[in-house]
């Protein structure tokens, strides 16, 4: 079982220094700094606790602030 956890964090490593990678418009030479940002945002994804949200499992969204309308005329 451990070869498939380590499996998957490598794989979710390697999607997220693609990104980055594209995200810096595709330079040559930067890979080992794009690889130890994407461990270092995957690292800190599996160490922090999960959000606890409704019993459905989704995540709540944040409602919507309105701007407040001035009472200065």
Known sequence: ??????????????????????????PNGAHQQHWDQATAEI??????PKAKGPATGKASKPKAVRPRKSSAS
């Open 43 to 48: 690292d800190g994804e599996e160490s922090r």
């Open 1 to 26: 079982m451990e070869a498939t956890v380590t499996d998957d964090r490598q794989e979710r490593i390697r999607q997220r220094a693609h990104a980055i990678w594209e995200q810096a418009g595709r």
